[in-house]
């Protein structure tokens, strides 16, 4: 599976959006990007994923680039409960899950 | 409905000792995974089940560690021999594979401190 590149930290004002990005320029055509958040002592929780196309839910908007090299992970209007480890994963089919050391995310109020 | 759920969620031993860490994935969910997370880090792969039988157990460390699944729903993580370097909080999750969403659902994790 592909290697991520996330910024180790970022802050962000509470209200505001949150731009988390991902560097995945090893990506094959068959790999989902998926982003899962830890919060502190708790077990990670999915927020969402895409192949190519950009994906929305409740949680979260995902941006990927055309060439599919880069990702972005929006949160719309982040407020301190977002706070956590956030991590962009690149998996081809299925099995396992390999997480990076993600970026910490603290949003201030 | 339940989630994933861990016992014990503490363990304190002494090294050299044997421990077993259960799961009880969410019921109907044919895959189940272990990881372990050490202070710092994002959670480290160690195992994957596919229903009763290991698919992918490329990441357990050494053979001290053991897992097992006999009927396809709870699993036990089994270590043998501790260390003080396996101190770790060990997560499971499980999911509905055969309809990959990805979605992986997490348990709260058992840390497992050997002293």
């Known amino acids: 599976d592909a290697k991520t590149t996330q910024p180790p930290s970022m802050d962000c004002a509470e209200g505001r959006a949150a731009n988390l990005p991902c560097n995945h320029s090893?990506?094959?055509?068959?790999?989902?990007v998926y982003w899962y958040r830890q919060i502190h002592s708790q077990g990670p929780q999915y927020i969402i994923h895409?192949?190519?196309n950009n994906e929305t839910n409740e949680m979260a908007s995902l941006i990927i680039t055309e060439d599919r090299k880069s990702s972005t992970l929006i949160l719309p209007h982040a407020t301190l409960r977002d706070t956590a480890v956030y991590y962009c994963?690149?998996?081809?089919?299925?099995?396992?899950?390999?997480f990076g050391a993600g970026t910490q995310v603290v949003v201030t109020p | 409905g339940a989630g994933v759920s861990q016992t014990p969620s503490n363990k304190v031993t002494e090294k050299g000792k044997y421990v077993e860490l259960r799961c009880d994935p969410i019921?109907?969910?044919?895959?189940l995974y272990w990881y372990r997370q050490s202070l710092g880090q994002g959670p480290e792969f160690l195992i994957y089940f596919q229903g009763t039988g290991a698919a992918d157990d490329s990441g357990l460390p050494n053979d001290r560690f053991f897992a097992v699944r006999p009927e396809g729903s709870v699993s036990t993580l089994k270590i043998q021999r501790t260390e003080r370097g396996d101190s770790a909080v060990y997560l499971c999750a499980s999911s509905r594979e055969g309809f990959d969403t990805g979605e992986l659902f997490f348990g709260e994790g058992s840390r497992l401190t050997v002293l």
């Open positions: 994963i690149v998996r081809g089919g299925w099995g396992k899950l390999q």
């Open positions: 090893t990506i094959s055509g068959n790999e989902y």
């Open positions: 895409g192949l190519k």
């Open positions: 019921s109907g969910h044919t895959a």
